[in-house]
């Protein structure tokens, strides 16, 4: 069969990774890809926004499966087009990607449907948040609305930080019109862990768990960003925790969306806080995380594909995932000054390190290939370097050697990813 998988990030790299290892796949294309993905998928030119385009190219080629990667194409509808093309694909229809799309529809839904997640007020008008948070409690969330890009979310000590944090959202629109609305959400402590389950409408499959690092800099100082490491599974998420969120909140979001006629088929992830009143939901996100997937994927042992043609036949509580009983630790190396401002263009050395391994693997974020066929850096996150080891701590020391193999100027990652794991004591 001919696969392919839109978007061009470490995730997608991640899943085409996986795809690669299919019996069933004998040739995968890639829109648009990077340099990473292009040594095992042919790149096809086409921006993941180009929903016509895609779906054109899709069915001209006669593609078998289109895997849709990232959250901007999910929530725009790409599924809907391709399927007004008749061509299979893998993700949520526009419907059901508003889990994500929009924080405040999230919201809504578990407050309906009584799943645990912390207590919360919508606005529209900058004002009226002003006027809320006049009488909140402190610290407190606020989150934009919509899609952007896992940086719309700002925790806020004081007052005077909360009032400049509607300004820079619903005012400044730091984050376009994804802050037109607004939620203004409890602060929760507790652990925080990353659960991906797969979904057919119906079944829910959990996969192992995992626990990103959002913050840019060591002891989670500094801005929040898309990711810069991750580890899995997570010491915290025992399989107590595990028995209460599959009753208390992963079937019940399932049989929420498909209550209100948004059958979700695809990828949920599901960011939980551990808390002392137990477990609850932080945000949902419509698709693999990233970089979550760099460490949970490696370990899954089914064909990637006979699962997502379940969670597309409605077939899923016919598959039994089934994870390596091991650990997998990603270390992300960005481009010094990311998330905000950066240089791009240096050539990146040491990747053929990677080559035939099947305990560290190098996936590719924000690469290109330069007209004279270096691989270059081209964004923010450029690699994500991750390693296996038979438990957390071995992985963790696996993938920071790792990180070594590969250089490039102006790299810059964190250097204690899997602080956790000290914490838990394993």
């Known amino acids: 069969m001919k696969v ?53 190219w899709a069915a001209e080629n006669a593609i078998d499966l289109v895997i849709v990667g990232p959250d901007d194409p999910l929530v725009g509808g790409l599924v809907d087009v391709l399927n007004a093309k008749g061509l299979r694909a893998f993700g949520p229809d526009k419907k059901a990607a508003i889990l994500e799309g929009s924080k405040a529809f999230s919201k809504d839904l578990m407050k309906k449907y009584n799943i645990p997640t912390a207590a919360y007020e919508n606005f529209d008008d900058p004002q009226d948040a002003l006027a809320y948070l006049e009488t909140a409690k402190m610290p407190i969330v606020l989150k934009a609305d919509g899609l952007a890009l896992g940086k719309g979310v700002l925790i806020c000590e004081t007052l005077e930080e909360a009032k400049a944090g509607v300004k820079s959202i619903m005012e400044d629109k730091q984050f376009g019109d994804a802050g037109n609305r607004m939620v203004v959400e409890e602060f929760m402590t507790g652990r925080e862990v990353s659960v991906l389950t797969f979904c057919d409408g119906k079944t829910i499959r959990p996969m192992t768990s995992a626990q990103d690092h959002k913050r840019a800099m060591d002891n989670d100082q500094g801005l929040n960003t898309g990711g810069m490491g991750t580890f899995s599974p997570s010491p915290f998420y025992t399989k107590e925790i595990d028995e209460i969120c599959k009753k208390t909140i992963f079937q019940p979001t399932v049989d929420a969306m498909r209550a209100e006629g948004r059958d979700f088929h695809g990828v949920i992830f599901f960011g939980l806080m551990l808390t002392k009143d137990g477990p609850k939901v932080l945000e949902y996100n419509a698709r693999f995380g990233d970089p979550e997937a760099q460490v949970v994927l490696p370990r899954m042992e089914n064909d990637i594909i006979d699962v997502m043609n379940a969670c597309i036949d409605g077939t899923l509580d016919q598959i039994e995932l089934k994870f390596t009983d091991n650990a997998a630790v990603c270390v992300v190396l960005a481009s010094k000054g990311y998330p905000l401002h950066y240089e791009k263009g240096f050539a990146i050395t040491g990747l053929e390190n990677f080559d035939g391994r099947d305990d560290i693997f190098c996936f590719h974020a924000g690469t290109k290939l330069s007209p004279d066929g270096r691989v270059i850096t081209n964004g923010g996150r450029v690699l994500g370097v991750t390693a296996l080891g038979e438990d957390l701590k071995a992985a963790r020391a696996n993938a920071y050697k790792a990180t070594e193999l590969v250089t490039f100027g102006n790299a810059y990652k964190r250097n204690d990813i899997g602080r956790a794991i000290d914490e838990a004591d394993i």
């Open 4 to 56: 392919l998988v839109v978007g061009s990030g470490g995730r997608e790299h991640a899943i085409i990774s996986k795809v690669a290892k299919s019996k069933q796949v004998d040739k995968i294309y890639c829109a648009p890809g990077n340099a990473g993905i292009a040594q095992l998928a042919e790149l096809v030119p086409i921006p993941v926004m180009e929903f016509d385009k895609i779906a054109d």
